[in-house]
């Protein structure tokens, strides 16, 4: 059974609004998550992270939120620029118990249109 | 070079067939990662090495043989494999920070389009 879910496999989005992407996690002890993102042809590239003991990390135009009561992360890109267009993979994983293992979503496809 | 290379990036090769797949990682990471990438499917891991020794080994089928000859260098050996084996194959690497607690962050490769005629 997936640990880590992405249920909408593609998003779209006009330039220079706000794209957010989700995630849900059924594991209450994954306690680090990650976003990766993924142009065709090319491995995935980090993006961000954020530990359980925050909610919200911010680096420049993208934002993760985590709800732990709700086991539900979001990335806000704002504002979506036409290079974002990319598959957008989350990952979680339990520090304690395997921090080299990351449980990866399916991905969201993300298209930014011009 | 810089990152995580890995090569082939494509390969065609057949049932009977012997091939081996190469990465190595420039980040002076002491940690290396197999993972599987099918269709419509998340990222699966394979293997882990750490340190150059194997700690993870997420079930996977014997024709699939992993060799970690440094911490620089992880190889992912094909042999007699099927159809059902064709995906995208990912190599990653991050710092283990060693102990219980650690919150890594994993850089991937490129991958190798593998295809099993």
């Known amino acids: 059974d997936q640990q880590v879910k992405q249920n909408s496999p593609s998003l779209s989005v006009q330039e220079g609004r706000i794209s957010i992407l989700n995630c849900d996690y059924t594991n209450s002890m994954f306690d680090y998550f990650l976003w990766y993102k993924k142009y065709p042809a090319e491995g995935p590239t980090f993006l961000i992270s954020i530990s359980s003991i925050k909610d919200k990390n911010e680096d420049g135009r993208f934002t993760v939120f985590l709800n732990k009561s709700a086991k539900h992360l979001s990335l806000h890109i704002v504002p979506s620029q036409p290079g974002d267009s990319a598959v957008y993979f989350c990952a979680a994983s339990d520090s304690q118990t395997g921090a080299n293992n990351l449980f990866f979503g399916t991905g969201t496809r993300l298209t930014v249109i011009p | 070079e810089t990152g995580v290379t890995q090569t082939p990036r494509h390969l065609v090769m057949g049932m009977t067939n012997k091939k081996s797949l190469k990465c190595e990682q420039h980040l002076g990471h002491n940690a290396m990662y197999w993972y599987k990438q099918s269709a419509k499917k998340p990222l699966e891991l394979m293997f882990v090495?750490?340190?150059?020794?194997?700690?993870e080994n997420n079930s996977v089928p014997s024709r699939f043989s992993p060799e970690c000859p440094n911490s620089s260098h992880l190889f992912l050996h094909l042999h007699t494999l099927q159809p059902e084996d064709s995906a995208l194959y990912l190599c990653a690497s991050s710092q283990d920070l060693g102990g219980r607690g650690g919150q890594e962050t994993q850089y991937f490769g490129p991958g190798t389009r593998l295809l099993v005629l």
């Open positions: 090495y750490n340190f150059k020794e194997q700690t």
